[in-house]
Nanobody, 114 residues
Framework: QVQLVEAGGGLVQAGGALRLSCAAPRSTNRINATAWYRQAPGKQRELVATITSGGGINYADSVKDRFTISRDKNTVYLQMNSLKPEDTAVYYC??????????WGRGTLVTVSA
C-alpha cells in the first residue's frame, strides 16, 4: 500500500495562486506516472495534468498556460496560477507505481472565490 500525501489546498481569491504537492514514501517503487485529478461538487472527476517518469507532460485544455506540473524525486507539484472560481474542486493525486499498481491520495480542497 502506498500512501500519497497531498498538501497545499486552501481558499484563494480569483486571480490568485496555490501550489499543491503530492508526496510518496521514499520506499516506493519506481513511479511511472503521476497525475492530478479534480472533482467539483456534482461533477465527475476529471484529469488535470500528468507527468511521466520520462518527463512527458500533458494538461487539460482548461488549465493550459495557467497550471504547471513538476516533479522532484518522489514529490509532484502542481503550481496553479490565475485561478478561477471554476477551478474550485477537491484535487486528487494519482500515481502509477511499477509492478505495484495505481494509488490515490485522499484529496485536498481548493476553493477559489470570485
Amino acid at each position: 500500500q502506498v500512501q500519497l500525501v497531498e498538501a497545499g489546498g486552501g481558499l484563494v481569491q480569483a486571480g490568485g495562486a496555490l501550489r499543491l504537492s503530492c508526496a510518496a514514501p521514499r520506499s516506493t517503487n519506481r513511479i511511472n506516472a503521476t497525475a492530478w485529478y479534480r472533482q467539483a461538487p456534482g461533477k465527475q472527476r476529471e484529469l488535470v495534468a500528468t507527468i511521466t517518469s520520462g518527463g512527458g507532460i500533458n494538461y487539460a485544455d482548461s488549465v493550459k498556460d495557467r497550471f504547471t506540473i513538476s516533479r522532484d524525486k518522489n514529490t509532484v507539484y502542481l503550481q496553479m496560477n490565475s485561478l478561477k472560481p471554476e477551478d474550485t474542486a477537491v484535487y486528487y493525486c494519482n500515481a502509477e507505481v511499477a509492478t505495484w499498481g495505481t494509488y490515490w491520495g485522499r484529496g485536498t480542497l481548493v476553493t477559489v472565490s470570485a
